[in-house]
């Protein structure tokens, strides 16, 4: 052989060498990028595992249900995915078959002519493999037809799911009406048991044992309501009252103690009262007039329940402060509403109702009137009737005389001076002229605008309040400028009686009122005759000519 023919020969050798080198550098590039596949002559692919760069096999992924590495078996949306994106050629079954048995013939070829790179030593993983998923019973006829036509058998799945979903009719339940619905109780009532019976039969008694409870605390609700003790109010703000000022011996009887006083002195007084501060004192002049008072209070706040133009009762005494636990006692005891107390311990309390804002005092002491009276504070003194008579409980009614009591006394002095046809002619000559006010025209006032409210509330016929002028004049003389002086006034009066001198002590039996003001002693003691409660007035000329 020629030397050409040499060169040309290790030329070829080399090429070839070097050709398959680059062959295989390629192949186990591709191997390791791809995760394991090499790409034979024809379009089969086998599976090959993974190496890393050194040669040795790449683990798999763990599991989460093994310390191991294992395999992770393809989910049924990953085989439907991959069913539905398989692609198969035009050729038909016949020819895909000879080709890949031919390609399988064909591999073992090619991989023994090849000289394969070393192969370092395999880890085998210890822990067992996992198991494949089981294949249902009736699932033949699928895989069937999946291996027949895989990519019709996809679709036709796509499709049944499609179908079952539009077809899908909401499933409707039963419901019971609202008006069918019963509680436990009423069902478990339709079936009893013993049990039940016996639970039934607790809850029976337990439910009468509930009715006479409630019965009675709602009986024992009514007595505390009827009580005034127990729904006492709260007292009204002096600044908008009419306060009434009353002292302990015109409110209570306290002849007892005050014999005591005179003839024992005031340490026997005090020993007197504090030995007996748990006996009740008994009702005096003053009492009934205040409980009338109270009822008025009343029946404004039924109609006005935030109404503060109320009477405010004040007990003012001269008592010691130790008596003071026998005249509360004595106060709650009767149900009155009096708070505000005054004890001064001997000192005179006329000094205090101004403090107090009294608008009208009452009192047994008549020179303590008299003090008042000069501080230009309605006073009275109180006199209790000879008789016991009967009262309205529900109407508070008050008499007053004319001159000298709502009126100035300037008449007075006309006829005690001049006689009575002089008198007669001034009343004519002045019949347009108002009269000047007296002591208790401010009284006077305060109870019309009591009145006031009750007519607002259409309560004229059930007005709890009712006045009466009961005075000596003649109506036909001297009647006119009397109501003409109200009028002007502003005031209204229920009721006039012009009696022309007579006696007045059988009108008053028939008025009955709580309280009837006077400034003559002789009017005083006929009326106390007949039983009625009296207030002296002291004030005008006729206080002169009596002492």
């Known amino acids: 052989m020629s030397q050409t023919s040499l060169k040309q020969k290790k030329k070829n050798e080399s090429g070839t060498k070097y050709s398959k080198d680059n062959l295989e550098t390629e192949r186990r590039r591709d191997s390791e990028k791809s995760g394991a596949r090499l790409s034979t002559q024809g379009s089969q692919e086998i599976s090959v595992p993974k190496t890393d760069s050194r040669g040795y096999l790449v683990r ?17 949306d990953e085989n439907r995915s991959k069913t539905a994106s398989l692609k198969l050629p035009n050729s038909s079954t016949t020819s895909r078959t000879s080709s890949t048995s031919l390609s399988q013939q064909e591999l073992p070829q090619q991989l023994s002519a090849q000289p394969s790179p070393p192969t370092p030593p395999m880890s085998l993983d210890p822990s067992p493999p996992t198991p494949p998923e089981t294949q249902p019973k009736n699932g033949s006829r699928r895989s069937s037809k999946m291996h027949e036509n895989p990519e019709a058998w996809a679709h036709g799945i796509v499709r049944d799911v499609r179908d079952s979903r539009d077809t899908q009719q909401p499933r409707e339940y039963q419901r019971t009406p609202p008006t069918e619905w019963k509680s436990y109780a009423q069902r478990r009532a339709l079936y009893p048991t ?25 009986s024992v609700k009514m007595l505390y309501e009827k009580t005034p003790s127990c729904s006492r109010p709260r007292p009204p703000k002096p600044k908008h009252a009419i306060t009434i000022a009353v002292s302990s011996r015109a409110l209570f009887n306290m002849v007892d103690g ?39 209070n009343c029946r404004l706040r039924e109609l006005y329940p935030d109404e503060q133009d ?25 149900g009155l509403l009096i708070d505000r107390f005054c004890l001064t311990g001997g000192k005179s309390p006329i000094g205090y ?7 009208l005092y009452l009192s047994a002491d008549s020179e303590k009137v008299q003090e008042a009276i000069q501080e230009g504070i309605a006073s009275a003194t109180m006199f209790d009737g000879a008789k016991d008579i009967a009262y309205c409980d529900t109407q508070l009614r008050v008499a007053f005389d004319g001159d000298a009591v709502l009126f100035s006394d300037e ?32 009284f006077l006032e305060d109870l019309g605008r009591l009145q006031k409210k009750f007519y607002a509330k259409d309560e004229r016929l ?48 028939k008025i009955r009122p709580h309280i009837f003001f006077d400034d003559q002693m002789f009017h005083i003691q006929g009326a106390q005759k007949f039983g009625t409660v009296t207030a002296h007035v002291p004030y005008g000329i006729s206080q002169k000519m009596n002492t």
């Not at 009262?273 to 009338?292: C, D, Y």
């Not at 009762?313 to 009767?334: F, K």
């Not at 009647?479 to 007045?504: H, N, Y």
């Open 411 to 442: 008449s007075d002095h006309i006829a005690k001076e001049h006689g009575l046809d002089k008198f007669f002619q001034h009343e004519a000559l002045f019949e347009n002229k108002p009269l000047a006010q007296g002591p208790l025209k401010g």
């Open 258 to 296: 005050r014999k005591i006083y005179e003839e024992e002195g005031l340490e026997k007084y005090m020993e007197y009262q504090l030995t007996n501060e748990n006996v009740i004192l008994t009702p005096g002049p003053a009492f009934r007039f205040v409980k009338a008072l109270q009822h008025v």
């Open 194 to 218: 013993q049990e039940d019976r016996d639970c039934v039969t607790d809850m029976l008694r337990k439910r009468e044992e509930e009715d006479d409870d409630e019965a009675y605390w709602s």
């Open 462 to 509: 059930l007005c709890p309040i009712r006045t009466y002028l009961v005075t000596a004049r003649s109506a036909a003389s001297s009647g006119a400028r009397v109501l003409k002086t109200l009028r002007r006034w502003g005031l209204e009066i229920d009721e006039a009686l012009f009696l022309a001198g007579a006696p007045k002590g059988p009108i008053l039996v």
């Open 310 to 334: 109320l009477f405010d009762i004040v007990l003012m005494t001269n008592n010691h402060a130790q008596v003071g636990v026998r005249l509360i006692n004595s106060v709650n005891h009767y």
């Open 353 to 359: 109702l101004k403090a107090y804002l009294t608008n």
């Open 60 to 76: 798999n992924q763990w599991s989460r249900t093994s310390r191991s590495a294992s395999i992770r078996a393809p989910s049924v």
